[in-house]
């Protein structure tokens, strides 16, 4: 799905919360239906042009984005859009447990960082939480 | 021998501090103005200032972050002969390293100056205290007195091991500050790892911060390194750490003193040379009165604590950061850089910002959505929840200022002084005149499109109507 800057009406009607979700062919299915199954409004990306797409235009509102880096080339390429994070929450998910490819992982100042073979509910468990932190309101702004 | 400046108008003052200061063996200079203090505070060596608050051509405390930066970053104390809490508190927010009554002897005097010269002797020994000119502060912007005293707190920091407590309210940038004492620390090339204690559900923080083997619970189906071992060389970064279950409190304040922990089904223990840095919005010492978080804990957390400050009380810095933040959005969303209108800057400043600086970056997002192709930022891009209460606490303002006008003419003002009047009349004269301005602006924003000013306000569609009516107020669209 993309999500193109139409007219100002589209944003403003937003809702109050942007959470993506970026998974590289459909990677990670299991998690992908878990997040599916939470009452909870997400975007989904495939690929990481149409990530970078919807990177490049204004939130308004707070963001968490989900990101399975289902390969080391697929995490150097998310470290690349790095600056494009500045404001956004990140769970991210790793494709193996090397103590380099975690280091590179925390590159990214993830909230939440864990494994593609990991359980789904836990990176469900984190999601709701997050998102229940930032709906509260001591939590103004993004 | 050090060199100490002695800025102060009084000319009997500088002749008592100079004796004391020849007299311990340091040379000496004097400035009668904060213009020639200044000036030689920048052309010298200086190591230590003696400061006035009271000069003939400003504020030394409105001079304090100027002296301190200067080249050989002096230590500055400062000396008035009008003592005042809020003036001390001031001072030694923005970097002072003393604050002191005139009326004191010499030989007290002397004191603040002895520790102030062991202080930088020992950090210069140290020679890893970064100034903070040289500071990698990335999105740290602004530089008024009170953000440059914690940046100044940072470069300490970064030169030793020591934890540290990053306080503030929400949205002051506490992780901000916490990776700039890593950036610039020995650990910069190790990890920065993340511990967000809030957005961590109970049952999984001791398994993630500490790791488990293979089977250790229903469900580790396989073995985890913990988020301490992950630090390891590098910092670990404990976000909202008042949030951390007070079950798990003993277990990490024993990882602290010790560096050493055992894995969740582990019959060994590992080490982790791991720098704690935690942050808080919430009130510590408050929970351990409570119960809920422990003194212990909160002791080792507390070795060097960096408060930082609201928004609203660096104000200064708010047009610096949304000229900083603008370009940033305009440069990631392929925009042309925005001017920003007087009143644009002025709504900005008035405002209080609850939310500090993200509620501020926030707010600057949602203008450019507004804005869009437009070249200039007008306060109408804001969003209407911030323009709403600038507007509201202008005529506040206005109306009490007015009513204080009447009411003195009458004998009586409010408020302050009695008769009060009654709760009641005051009530709906401040609904009345909130009810009249709200729906001007709202119709004003959504430019008579009454659907959506029914979505931005939260009022029903009779409501609405109801209010509009009863103001005269056009309902166009």
Request: proline share 5%.
């Amino acid at each position: 799905m993309t999500y193109a800057m139409n007219n100002r009406t589209d944003w403003e009607m937003k809702p109050k919360m942007n959470i993506l979700f970026y998974a590289r062919n459909g990677a990670a299915k299991g998690l992908e239906e878990t997040i599916r199954s939470l009452p909870l409004d997400v975007e989904f990306y495939r690929n990481a042009s149409e990530l970078l797409e919807r990177l490049r235009h204004p939130f308004g509102d707070p963001a968490i984005a989900v990101l399975v880096a289902e390969s080391t080339e697929c995490l150097e390429e998310l470290l690349v859009l790095r600056h494009l994070f500045r404001n956004v929450r990140i769970i991210l998910i790793l494709p193996e447990r090397e103590s380099s490819t975690v280091s590179k992982g925390h590159d990214l100042h993830a909230r939440f960082l864990t494994y593609i073979d990991s359980d789904p509910a836990e990176v469900a468990l984190v999601l709701n939480k997050m998102v229940e932190k930032l709906k509260a309101p001591a939590h103004k702004g993004l | 021998m050090a060199h100490i400046l002695i800025i102060d108008d009084d000319e009997s003052t500088r002749y008592s501090l100079s004796r004391m200061v020849r007299r311990m063996g340091h040379t000496c200079a004097t400035a009668p103005t904060l213009r020639e203090g200044i000036g030689k505070a920048t052309s010298e060596e200086v190591d230590v200032v003696f400061l006035d608050v009271r000069m003939p051509d400003g504020s030394g405390l409105d001079a304090l972050p100027a002296i301190r930066h200067t080249g050989s970053s002096p230590e500055v104390i400062i000396i008035t002969g009008y003592g005042d809490p809020d003036g001390a508190e001031l001072a030694l927010k923005s970097g002072a390293w003393d604050y002191m009554e005139k009326g004191f002897s010499v030989k007290k005097m002397s004191l603040p100056l002895i520790r102030a010269l062991q202080f930088r002797e020992e950090r210069n020994t140290r020679g890893q205290a970064r100034s903070v000119i040289s500071l990698k502060r990335e999105d740290i912007v602004g530089s008024s007195s009170r953000l440059m005293a914690c940046l100044d707190q940072v470069a300490s920091a970064a030169g030793s091991d020591t934890n540290v407590l990053v306080t503030g309210e929400t949205g002051t940038g506490k992780e901000l500050f916490a990776r700039a004492i890593h950036e610039n620390s020995p650990r910069a090339k190790r990890s920065f790892v993340v511990v967000d204690c809030a957005a961590l559900p109970e049952t999984l923080v001791e398994s993630l911060l500490f790791g488990h083997e293979k089977g250790a619970f229903t469900g580790a189906d396989k073995v985890r390194e913990g988020l301490i071992r992950q630090a390891d060389g590098g910092t670990l970064f404990l976000d909202e750490v008042g949030e951390l279950p007070i079950s798990l409190q003993k277990a990490f304040l024993r990882v602290l003193q010790e560096h050493r922990f055992r894995p969740l089904g582990s019959a060994r223990e590992l080490k982790s040379d791991f720098r704690l840095v935690a942050a808080t919005n919430r009130d510590l010492d408050r929970m351990v009165q409570e119960g809920s978080f422990r003194e212990d804990l909160l002791f080792r957390l507390k070795s060097f604590t960096i408060e930082l400050p609201p928004l609203r009380e660096r104000r200064e810095d708010i047009k610096e950061l949304a000229r900083y933040h603008t370009d940033q959005f305009c440069d990631t969303y392929g925009l042309a850089p925005k001017g920003f209108s007087p009143e644009f800057i002025g709504t900005l400043l008035a405002y209080t910002w609850p939310g500090n600086v993200r509620e501020l970056v926030n707010s600057l997002d949602r203008a450019l959505i507004a804005a869009r192709f437009d070249p200039t930022l007008f306060p109408a891009h804001l969003p209407l929840d911030v323009r709403v209460e600038v507007r509201r606490s202008s005529l506040q303002r206005k109306t009490t200022s007015e009513e204080n006008l009447v009411d003195v003419a009458k004998g009586a003002s409010y408020p302050g002084s009695y008769p009060l009047p009654k709760l009641r009349e005051l009530r709906e004269r401040l609904i009345e005149q909130t009810e009249r301005q709200y729906p001007q602006d709202l119709m004003a924003l959504c430019h008579g499109d009454r659907f959506k000013a029914c979505e931005l306000s939260g009022l029903s569609e009779s409501r609405l109507y109801a209010i509009l009516r009863k103001y005269n107020i056009p309902m166009s669209g």
